[in-house]
């Protein structure tokens, strides 16, 4: 039992890093669509807007399959930011074609939510940000997309 007990150790260890799949998913830097939703603290209205964003050159180095706390490496043009997967839906287990992370950062004072779907690249990208300052207060969430090159590694 002794003897088998350290080799037990070894496969199981072994077993869980063959299932692991590295990627990488590049974003030019360009414009990215989306919306924004705004609130304030006057209104009881919900303005909803048509916009964009131009964002640097983005990287994002990850593992699959995930769990909630795995880190993700981010490059924002070459500039290092940490990043965290809050949750990975993994399409083999439901009725989906794609599967997809959801990871967290915070490069500034914001914090950003970022989606990646596994397959087409798909990379949604999302912040939640109060202005203020002018007479009154506007709470505006805005979310934008990009398909972005994904690859394995």
Partial sequence: MMKTLPILLILTLFVGNVFTQDYSVECDA???EGNSLDTTDTSLDIERTENGISLPRMKFKFSLPA???DTV???EDNKPISGMITYFYDHTKWLADESYIVLISKPQQ???TWVIQIESGWTH???TKNYGG???DILSTQTFAKKCSLKMI
């Fill in 125 to 127: 990208y999302n912040f």
């Fill in 30 to 32: 360009d414009r990215w």
């Fill in 110 to 112: 914001i914090m950003e």
């Fill in 67 to 69: 769990k909630f706390g």
């Fill in 73 to 75: 490496e981010i490059s």
């Fill in 134 to 136: 002018f007479g009154e």
